[in-house]
């Protein structure tokens, strides 16, 4: 099993940034793929983007292409999310999110969720 916890989320101006942390402890973090997802007041939880066991390789929703990183540190047991260029409409809670098996884009496929790091972007 694995335990997330997100942190570094908060209030921050359009276009501005925002770099999120996400802390797992547990044994073999590398084995993980992991997601991030968000969820704004009244809509469902959303796919960000994810990245592979070693980070080679990542993937995002389309909007925020261009503005958001996923990156990981197999050393260090954590996965961030670079967010560039925020907008309000990427005001949410952020959720990261681990598998072992599965590199999937819906929230069915991910066993592991952290507790979530609210960011909120004002116009």
């Known amino acids: 099993q694995v335990q997330l916890v997100e942190s570094g989320g908060g209030l921050v101006q359009a276009g501005g940034s925002l770099r999120l942390s996400c802390a797992a402890s547990?044994?073999?973090?590398?084995?993980?793929?992991m997601g991030w997802f968000r969820q704004a007041p009244g809509k469902e939880r959303e796919f960000v983007g994810h990245?592979?066991?070693?980070?080679?390789?990542?993937y995002y929703r389309d909007s925020v292409k261009g503005r958001f990183t996923i990156s990981r540190d197999n050393t260090k047991n954590a996965v961030y999310l670079q967010m560039n260029s925020l907008k309000p409409e990427d005001t949410a809670v952020y959720y990261c999110?681990?598998?072992?098996?599965?590199?999937?884009?819906?929230?069915?496929?991910?066993?592991?969720w952290g507790q979530g790091t609210q960011v909120t972007v004002s116009s």
């Open positions: 999110a681990a598998d072992e098996v599965r590199f999937g884009s819906q929230t069915s496929e991910y066993d592991y």
């Open positions: 990245t592979s066991r070693s980070g080679a390789l990542t």
């Open positions: 547990g044994r073999s973090f590398s084995r993980y793929f």
